[in-house]
């Protein structure tokens, strides 16, 4: 037997014990009285075994049939602490008494239920400090005041009832203030519990969804006027008028657990009826967005949004085919997921209150499954052409920067240089007849500054496209970028010439990769390694260093991806810190 | 002793044949400074009789240097270097900044000078 059905078996087990056991133990005591405006006790005992085991009843339903939500736990709480309750009518003392502090444990466990209804949780700080004062209330400050209440004395609410066993004596001016400032407590936290759940339940219901409101609609106008009802009930009216209360309260009271199963019903059908208009409404409309249109409406949830798995990226899209996140634990909004086999499909992210009906979205989006492969595919070639779009962008501004740094290279470097020369020559010209060892002094100086010139431009010349590589090749080339590296480099490479292009995106990519390798990785050693087969070029990259690369934050590397991508290439970087990086690419070469 | 001159450049390379060209001619180059913090920093210091200021420092517009030296310092003949041969570039930014005028680098002699300073 499973933990939970040996656990839901002992709860039911126990509120049947409890319930016949309280009317024995009441019937079989000596005793007249009974509360409020119940003549007979037996009157009393059919509410509350009514009121008991409906919501033990209706609770150990809804524990079977949601084991994972804590509404029927709660639901079976409150019954039985609604039968514990009947022991307040029992005429030995001692029963009597735990009768009468456990008289408003129900409250507190229905404020719990209807706080946390439907998901069962407590969902903030302020639900459970809610709930926690509603507890406090109906123990400690219930047990002080009982203790003080002398059930005997003359004008006491409680003819006929037993002495109070437990009763603390002492001066009555200082009984009388102290049980005084007890129930004045009681009561102010009792309106301060009121008040927070009519503002939970209230926005509860605004941001609810129409499908919701339809299964929140019984339990919460039954649980509103129950509570009120005790309320206007517990503190300053008439005892004829409280009779009546008393009456209307315990049958509004037994009305909510019959409430909260016609609200779980209205749930099941509440999803029945969504697929059923998602289908009928997919049926009737075409267009990019059909899918999350008619999910929107079933659901009620006109900010919901549908993003497509699309493997190509990695990443979910939408319908545009933009990259989309997924909503976090902390946002005001909540992602379903639905997948096909074990395969991501797409994600439903709509309001957080949605999640609360964990099934209604599965199985909404099982329903319509085909439709949704149909709009991926679309969102998927629509990923494509923004990303070939973005790519195109990056590409162009790379181009920009590159052309702003050869003009800044130009005039910061050769362009200095050759007008310093220029200076000196005209100098050592004028000077030439008059001091021809100063003029050979300022040929010197112009020489130098000559040679610095023609390196500087022989650098930013093989930047832009080196001369070696058209003319020797791949091999010649890789293996001068081997020679300036700082790092010890180990080529090995085909011996084959491929289109220029192909030959320019791999140089490019070895270099970067050493750039990166030597200033970034700290690498002690560098194999770089080029083969073609089967019209495929492969070029594989590895370095020792320190790993932990961010393909997707360094702009060279990004570069390097559009430029691999312009030419239907293929880059993968394998980064793990501690394990050296891995650039390998895949370059067709037909 | 010839007119003192403050040379504003940030190549080096370039503020050594400035000065050697300059020198040779009889003026007395008095300060060098790489950036437009540095030339108001050494103009108000120095007070020198002309300034050489390029028009494209590593931390400010020359022209902007060279109004913010026209307010800061007693008038000072100011003749702004550049790169460019196109005076049609700066004209606008060169008359509005109140400078004497500009000579291209590669230009430069003691004669354009004089004949822009006086």
């Known amino acids: ?590 | 002793m010839g007119r003192t001159v403050l040379i504003v450049d940030d190549h080096p390379s370039f503020r050594a044949s400035a000065r050697r060209m300059l020198e040779a001619h009889g003026y007395d180059v008095v300060g060098e400074a790489a950036d437009g913090g540095a030339a108001v920093v050494s103009a108000e210091r120095l007070r020198p009789e002309i300034v050489l200021l390029d028009v494209r420092l590593p931390d400010a517009d020359g022209l902007d240097v060279a109004r913010s030296l026209l307010r800061r310092t007693v008038a000072v003949p100011l003749v702004v270097l550049t790169s460019s041969h196109d005076y049609a570039d700066l004209s606008g930014a060169i008359e509005t900044s109140g400078v004497c005028g500009f000579i291209p680098k590669a230009e430069l002699t003691a004669g354009a000078l004089a004949a822009m300073v006086g």
């Open chain 1, 1 to 590: 037997m499973s933990s939970f059905r040996r656990s839901w078996f002992t709860a039911a087990a126990l509120v049947a014990v409890a319930g016949v056991g309280m009317v024995f133990l009441v019937l079989g005591s000596a005793g007249t009285h009974s509360p409020g405006s119940f003549a007979s006790r037996r009157r009393y005992l059919v509410y509350l075994l009514l009121i008991g085991w409906g919501f033990a009843g209706t609770g150990l339903y809804a524990w079977r049939r949601r084991p994972g939500n804590r509404v029927g736990p709660l639901m079976t709480a409150t019954g039985c602490a609604w039968l514990v309750r009947g022991l307040e009518v029992s005429g030995s003392p001692l029963v009597f008494a735990l009768g009468k502090v456990a008289a408003p444990w129900a409250f507190a466990v229905l404020t719990h239920l209807l706080l946390a209804f439907p998901s069962g949780r407590l969902g903030s700080w302020r639900l459970r400090l809610l709930a926690g004062i509603a507890y406090v209330n109906v123990t400690v400050l219930q047990l002080a005041e009982f203790l003080l209440t002398d059930t005997q004395a003359p004008g006491a609410e409680c003819p006929g009832c037993p002495p109070n066993p437990v009763l603390v004596t002492g001066p009555s001016a200082m009984v009388d203030a102290v049980g005084a400032a007890i129930g004045a407590a009681q009561g102010l936290l009792a309106l301060l519990v009121l008040v927070g759940l009519v503002v939970v339940l209230a926005r509860r219901w605004f941001v609810a969804t129409a499908g919701q409101r339809r299964s929140l609609t019984p339990v919460l106008v039954t649980g509103a006027v129950t509570v009120g009802l005790i309320t206007v009930t517990v503190r300053g009216v008439p005892p004829a008028a409280a009779d009546v209360l008393t009456v209307l309260t315990l049958t509004s009271f037994a009305f909510v657990p019959f409430a909260f199963l016609a609200g779980l019903l209205r749930s099941r059908l509440g999803e029945a009826e969504a697929v059923t208009m998602v289908v009928r409404r997919l049926g009737a409309s075409t267009g990019r967005t059909a899918v999350r249109d008619a999910l929107a409406e079933a659901l009620g949830d006109p900010q919901l949004q549908l993003a497509y798995w699309v493997p190509e990226i990695a990443s979910y899209a939408d319908s545009t085919g933009h990259r989309i996140n997924l909503p976090g634990p902390d946002d005001t909004t909540s992602a379903s997921l639905i997948s096909h086999e074990g395969e991501p499909l797409a994600a439903v992210i709509h309001a957080v209150s949605l999640a609360e009906q964990e099934n209604l979205v599965p199985t909404i989006g099982a329903a319509v499954e085909l439709a949704l492969r149909n709009e991926r595919l679309d969102a998927a070639l629509r990923a494509r052409v923004e990303e070939l779009r973005a790519s195109r962008a990056r590409i162009v501004e790379a181009g920009d920067e590159q052309r702003r740094r050869i003009e800044r290279d130009l005039h910061d470097g050769a362009q200095q240089r050759l007008m310093a020369l220029g200076i000196d020559l005209r100098l050592a010209r004028e000077r030439v007849a008059c001091d021809p060892a100063g003029s050979e002094d300022l040929l010197d100086a112009a020489l130098h500054e000559l040679g610095e010139a023609t390196a500087e431009l022989r650098e930013l010349a093989r930047g832009i496209h080196p001369s070696i590589l058209t003319n020797r090749g791949l091999p010649a080339a890789l293996q001068a970028l081997a020679g300036r590296s700082p790092v010890p480099v180990v080529v090995t490479t085909s011996q084959h010439r491929f289109p220029a292009p192909i030959e320019s995106a791999v140089y490019f990519l070895v270099s970067e990769a050493l750039t990166n390798a030597a200033r970034y990785a700290c690498a002690q050693q560098v194999t770089v390694t080029v083969s073609d087969r089967a019209g495929l070029v492969e070029v594989e990259v590895h370095d020792d260093g320190v790993g932990g690369a961010d393909p997707v934050r360094g702009s060279g590397l990004r570069g390097l991806h559009d430029r691999i991508a312009a030419l239907d290439g293929r880059l993968e970087v394998a980064s793990v810190g501690g394990q050296g990086t891995t650039l390998r690419v895949e370059l067709p070469c037909a």
